[in-house]
Antibody, heavy 121, light 113 residues
Framework: QVQLVQSGAEVKKPGASVRVSCKAS????????MHWVRQAPGQGLEWMGG????????NYAQKFQGRVTMTRDTSISTAYMDLSRLTSDDTAVYYC??????????????WGQGTPVSVSS | DIVMTQSPDSLAVSLGEGATINCKSS????????????LAWYQQKPGQPPKLLIY???TRETGVPDRFIGSGSGTDFTLSISSLQAEDVAIYYC?????????FGQGTRVEIK
């Protein structure tokens, strides 16, 4: 059974950074691309970027370039998303989501439970 | 960026009746080399992550009921629910994965009339 288990809720001050982790199980971690998607309260879905776990190659949305870093540790089948210089606009639920394929063009077939991140002074 | 536009924003349907959601992309998302449309549909219920229903515009994900039907090609796509059940109340999103950044439609809320 595929599972993506994310780290817990975070509360941050403006200007701070946050790290969200996503531990995968039930499949070969390096065989599937991993995406990060966020959802602001009451809003739609926004793709932030993704990482190819076997190579570490990343692809970030232009909007987050310079502020986001996606990494992985294949030894523990875990992906990480770091977001820096937080503002209140970054308040959202952050999801990791597995791609059906080992690239970014397959569709997102398994999702983590979501990690709420609140940014407030 | 490819802009995905869904219509309507919301709809109310009687139990057992059909529902249709439209999704239009600002660019063609039919990949010429394999003749496949790089479009997915997701269902999101309150407090839950999205769930993949359809990929490649018309292929149902394993376990998805056959009342969910995806169709369309190029720039115009449709998700149909042939006989609405109470558990289908949700927000539905289309998403293109033809190019990065991957982009989603704004969502369509489906409710029971």
């Amino acid at each position: 059974q595929v599972q993506l288990v994310q780290s817990g809720a975070e509360v941050k001050k403006p200007g701070a950074s946050v790290r969200v982790s996503c531990k995968a199980s039930g499949y070969t971690f390096t065989g599937h691309y991993m995406h990060w998607v966020r959802q602001a309260p009451g809003q739609g879905l926004e793709w932030m970027g993704g990482i190819k776990p076997n190579s570490g190659d990343t692809n970030y949305a232009q909007k987050f370039q310079g502020r986001v870093t996606m990494t992985r540790d294949t030894s523990i089948s875990t992906a990480y998303m770091d977001l820096s210089r937080l503002t209140s606009d970054d308040t959202a639920v952050y999801y990791c989501a597995r791609d059906r394929t080992n690239t970014w063009y397959g569709g997102l077939d398994w999702w983590g439970q979501g990690t709420p991140v609140s940014v407030s002074s | 960026d490819i802009v995905m536009t869904q219509s309507p924003d919301s709809l109310a349907v009687s139990l057992g009746e059909g529902a249709t959601i439209n999704c239009k992309s600002s660019e063609n998302i039919l990949y010429s080399s394999d003749k496949k449309n790089y479009l997915a549909w997701y269902q999101q219920k309150p407090g839950q992550p999205p769930k993949l229903l359809i990929y490649l515009a018309s292929t149902r994900e394993t376990g998805v009921p056959d009342r969910f039907i995806g169709s369309g090609s190029g720039t115009d796509f449709t998700l149909s629910i042939s006989s609405l059940q109470a558990e289908d109340v949700a927000i539905y999103y289309c998403q293109q994965y033809y190019n990065t950044p991957l982009t989603f439609g704004q969502g369509t809320r489906v409710e029971i009339k």
